[in-house]
């Protein structure tokens, strides 16, 4: 009895690795541009921002072995898709001020509260595990264009 329900359990693992994601990314839309395009300053923060949140928040995911296995596949998938619903970075310059100045405030909420990047992620990728100094490091950078943001959308009302 035991053996039988490996053995199913095992055709079944078998099967469903016909059910592919689909890991093309998205395009980038014609005229927009990455945040890190978007704020001069970017160098200073690129990297740790690619590292920790673009695989998930941008159209430029980097799929690692694993997102060949399912049913992890699957998973991962809903996380990248529903992350890039709520935030793409690579979509900046479509966001307006008052958009920007509230992603950028919640950013800024998640790396303090230690919620983003999920967890989930940073077991398996331990460059995009943040130190302070990093958090503080993203905070100051996200807090400074948030002004940008705010002085515009006063400005513009
Ligand atoms: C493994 C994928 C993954 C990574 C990496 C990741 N996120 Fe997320 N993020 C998500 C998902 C999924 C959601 C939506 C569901 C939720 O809020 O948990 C989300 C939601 C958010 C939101 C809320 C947006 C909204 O409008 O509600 C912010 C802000 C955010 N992430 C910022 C970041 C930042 C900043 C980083 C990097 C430091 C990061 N995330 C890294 C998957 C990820």
């Known amino acids: 009895m035991k053996r039988k329900i490996l053995i199913g359990l095992a055709l079944v693992f078998v099967v469903i690795q016909f059910i592919r994601i689909d890991k093309t990314n998205p395009e980038d839309k014609p005229g927009s541009r990455d945040i890190l395009a978007f704020y001069p300053d970017s160098d200073t923060i690129g990297h740790l921002l690619k590292v920790a ?31 890039r619903k709520h935030l793409n970075f690579s979509d900046w310059s479509e966001y307006p001020d008052r958009k920007a100045n509230h992603k950028l405030e919640e950013c800024i909420e998640m790396v303090q509260e230690g919620e983003m990047p ?40």
């Not at 949140?53 to 596949?73: E, L």
């Not at 398996?124 to 002004?147: P, Q, T, V, Y």
């Open 53 to 83: 949140c673009y695989d998930c928040h941008s159209n430029h995911t980097n799929y690692p072995w694993y997102s060949n296995i399912a049913p992890v596949s699957w998973w991962l998938q809903e996380h990248i898709e529903d992350g």
């Open 118 to 157: 999920l967890t989930s992620y940073t077991i398996a990728h331990g460059e995009a595990r943040l130190n302070e100094e990093d958090k503080a490091r993203l905070i100051r950078w996200f807090k400074r264009h948030m002004s940008t943001h705010a002085r515009e959308t006063e400005d513009h009302d």
